[in-house]
């Protein structure tokens, strides 16, 4: 019998996030436009630019399920479209923490993402075939008056 295969992760990027204040079109949903960041990888790094939002919603009591659509364009001009879901649990400690407007870190909670990436940049091809997994390492929530701000590092599956 051979061993399973056990897929390993590697690090290929940094996305930076500015985040506007939410849409909060009802209790089931806020947008998050994304206004502004970068994405920078090995030999890469692209600005975010519009159309770019998060559609918010709560699955439970303290979980948060993620719908991103993100534009990017990269310095040679070429472009980059994401598109995931995630999750994020908010416990009372991290929920207090976001509420005061306190910069809460990746190992204080579970925001986990799966992004998938179109490019036409013929350097980034290998990214329309691959699976990736993001993690926050760092967020300031967006209040009803101002931005927030979002880091999470992206890892290709291997």
């Known amino acids: 019998m051979t061993a399973p295969t ?6 290929v990027m940094t996305m930076e996030a500015t985040i506007d204040p939410p849409q909060q079109v009802g209790a089931d949903l806020s947008i998050f436009n994304v206004p502004d960041g970068t994405i920078t990888g090995d030999g890469f790094s692209a600005k975010i630019i519009a159309p770019s939002a998060d559609w918010a919603r709560p699955v439970s009591d303290n979980v948060l399920g993620l719908d ?3 534009s990017a364009q990269t ?4 472009y ?3 598109t995931y879901f995630g999750r994020v649990v908010i416990t009372e400690n991290v929920a207090g923490k976001m509420a005061g407007g306190e910069e809460v870190h990746g190992s204080e909670m579970y925001f986990t993402t799966n992004p998938i990436v179109k490019t036409n940049d013929p350097a980034l091809a290998w990214m329309n075939d691959t699976i990736f997994v993001g993690k926050m390492q760092r967020t300031t929530s967006a209040s009803t008056t101002s931005q927030g701000h979002l880091v999470y590092d992206v890892y290709k599956v291997v």
């Open 75 to 78: 310095e040679a001009e070429h």
């Open 68 to 70: 991103v659509r993100l």
């Open 80 to 82: 980059l479209y994401f």
């Open 6 to 11: 056990v897929p390993t992760l590697e690090k």
